[in-house]
Each structure stands twice: as C-alpha cells, then as structure tokens.
C-alpha cells in the first residue's frame, strides 16, 4: 500500500471480511464511467491492502467495427489509457497470444508469477510487465448474466506476488465487478446502438428520454437528400451479395462524407439517405450559425462527389459502368422527433423544407447535375455557386432558382 494512502475500511453489515466488495457496492456504482471506475477501482483496491500497481478492465461490446475496449490503470502515473480494438483483432496475434484467448474460452483463471527464475512468459504481455518491475499477474474472468465474459488483469510490483489472501479477495469480488461491468457494457451498448442506427445526436436525444409519439422540437437546418441512379434495374440484374457491396460502398460516399463534415444520417430509404446540418443549439458542434452550417453541408458535397469520382474510376478499371447519383441541399424549418404508430417510432425529421429537398435531388436527373442547391442555402455562403436559371418543382407552388457547384461534375446524373 503506498504510505500516503489511508485504508479502505470495511462496512458493517455487508462483507465486512472484504473491503472491495464493500467499495464496489458503495462507490462503484455511482462511477458514471468507465475510465473512473478503473481509476477509483484502482485506487480502492490499494487502500484495501492489494499492492495493484496496473488494472486493466476490458469489456466486450456489442458494435459493428470495434471487439470492445479496455480502460488501463497506472498507480505510477494515476492515469487510465483507454482502447477500442477492432473486431479484426479477434483474429490477430495480439489477441489469439493474449490471456484474454483463453479467458473467452472459458478459463477460470491465470496467473503467473513474474519474479521465478522458471516463471512462464507464454503470453507477449508478460515480458512488457516484467520490465516495468511487475513480479505477479491475474487475469479473471467477468462472467455477464447472459454468459458472455468480459475480463479484469491486475499486476503487482510487490517482491513475492499477491499473497493468498489478496487472491481469495479478487476471487471473491468477480461477481459483483461482474454486475457493475455488465451494467456500463448495457448503458454503453445501448448509447452505441443509438449512435449507430439513428445518428450521434439524435440517439442522445432518445437515450434522454425522447420516446414517446409526438417528441421532438422544430429546428432549422440544412436538409440533404440524395439518391442512387438505376438502383432498380442494377439490384435486378447484379447478384444480391454483389449490390449490396455497390450500395454500401456508395452509402460510404454519401453518409460519409455527411458524417466527416458532422452532419447527422437520419435514415437510409432503400438507396436513398436523409440527412440534416442542424443550425442552433442542437448541434453541439462548431457548426452553429447558418451560414457554418451550410459551408459545412457544401463541404459534404464536394467530398461526396470526390469519393463517388474514386468509386467510379475503380469500377471503370474493373470494366464497370459508372455510379450515378443525385444530392438535393436545402435549408428551412423542420419538425424534428417521434413519428410513427404506438409502437413503432421513428425519429426524423418532415415538413415542406424535406420534401422540396426531396424535389431538388429529383431535378438532378432533369439538369443532368449531380448536385443541385436551393436559393436559400446559397444566400448563406459567400460562394460562387452556378446558377442553374428558374425551375418548377413538382408539389410546389412557387418557382426557384436552382444552383449547383462551379466545378464540372465528375460523374453521371443520368
């Protein structure tokens, strides 16, 4: 224990005879996250007697790109490094050479003892510790109520290991770091589910409270819509495993170029996307005045058509037909929040400003334009937009003048 740390007293009534169990239902589950559970958890451990010089929480997930992650703690430092390791690291030496290997196959336990002339370094992360003057290592298992199993290391520096009492104390403590861990990898699941399938922004606003039928608020924001051209005859004439790697490969231009330049992807509608640049207090991000809003939506399209330009030149060396495509970008008040039955929402956003969005990408297709932008978003950019002259859009009463970007398209509208 370091000589400035005061012990860890036990709480009558609960484990007396293990203060860290004591701590874990006291404190531990007030931590609101992850990186100061391992600092704090790491710290208790030492005022309870257990010489920790190293914690390290991993957590498994449920994301489409990342296994997990994991929250390092140093006692030398005080301080918790975190990493997201890819869902290819399951396959990687990193992992498959790794305590955890065993441990998700089921292993109760590993321990090695670091400071034996025999000792066994069979795992890489061994011989990293031993040079840092660690002298005993504990992995154990997390064992979740759904029998998934997460994982917690502990590393000493102390001469002769952790004693039997220290390793009796961690065995006993899993179950409830085992409940603490599952209820951050279910909170921490849900908010990456959100994310994923509604938007950064608007999967908080549901994570608030945001679910009922009718919630939401009516904002002004940049609207894009954009669209796929000869979607139809290409998923009846390509192999459903082959459009499909089209389609994502064509939601990578468009959503991502939305998301690089923060917007927020509302929805997919077949091989459309729906997307918004929230001006004001929603968007928590720099873009908050309209005309930042909109430099950032124009920034999207430029990027957009540069990857579909990419896109379209690795298909012509494959002997393909290029990807045509159409972006509508316009700027008025929606109503964004809940809308749907009872018991199936959707958050979105509608009113007249996404459907004349919806008018604008349509008339890509007639001007033989990629990207076509209404009058009122470029009154907010101090831009030389092309003017496309004045045009009718379908469902709507007045004419507009309808712009697009100076730079010659570079691929198909048609």
């Known amino acids: 224990m370091p000589d400035n740390a005061e012990p860890l007293p036990a709480i009558a009534g609960l484990h007396g005879s293990n203060p860290v169990i004591d701590w874990l239902w006291r404190e531990g589950w007030e931590v609101g996250s992850l990186p100061d559970l391992a600092q704090r958890f790491g710290r208790a451990l030492n005022r309870a007697g257990i010489p920790v010089c190293r914690l390290r929480l991993t957590l498994r997930t449920l994301h489409p790109q990342l296994a997990g992650l994991s929250h390092t703690w140093s006692r030398e430092t005080d301080e918790v490094e975190e990493f997201w390791p890819p869902l290819t690291v399951m396959q990687e030496d990193l992992f498959l050479k790794s305590p955890y290997a065993l441990l998700f196959q089921g292993a109760g336990a590993i321990r090695r003892r670091l400071d034996l002339p025999d000792a066994e370094m069979d795992f890489p992360i061994l011989e990293d510790l031993k040079l840092q003057g660690a002298t005993d290592y504990v992995a154990l298992p997390l064992t979740f109520s759904d029998g998934r199993i997460s994982a917690a290391t502990f590393a000493t520096d102390r001469p002769g290991g952790f004693i039997t009492g220290e390793l009796e104390q961690l065995y006993e403590m899993l179950p409830a770091l085992s409940r603490l861990m599952e209820m951050h990898a279910l909170r921490r699941t849900a908010r990456i589910l959100l994310d994923t399938y509604l938007g950064r922004h608007t999967g908080e606003r549901v994570l608030r409270g945001l679910v009922h039928r009718g919630d939401g608020e009516d904002i002004h924001a940049v609207i894009w819509f954009s669209d796929l051209r000869a979607s139809t005859r290409l998923a009846d004439t390509l192999p459903r495993p082959e459009f499909l790697r089209l389609l994502n490969s064509y939601f990578d231009c468009m959503a991502g170029a939305v998301l690089q330049h923060e917007g927020e992807v509302l929805k997919f509608i077949g091989d459309a996307v729906l997307a918004i640049f929230p001006i004001g207090a929603l968007n928590e991000l720099p873009n908050l005045c309209p005309a930042g809003a909109a430099r950032a939506a124009l920034a999207a399209a430029r ?41 199936r929402l959707d958050f979105t956003v509608i009113g007249p400003a996404c459907n004349e969005a919806s008018r604008l990408e349509s008339m890509c297709k007639v001007l033989e334009r990629p990207i076509i932008i209404s009058a009122e978003l470029a009154r907010l950019v101090d831009e030389d937009l092309r003017s496309l002259g004045v045009h009718a859009l379908r469902g709507v009463r007045e004419p507009h003048e309808l712009f697009t970007l100076p730079d010659p398209p570079t691929a198909s509208a048609t």
């Open 303 to 343: 990027d957009a058509r540069r990857r579909m330009a990419a896109l379209n030149a690795d298909r012509a060396a494959a002997g393909e037909a290029p990807l045509g495509y159409g972006i509508g970008l316009h700027v008025g008040d929606v109503t964004y929040g809940n809308v749907g039955a009872p018991a």
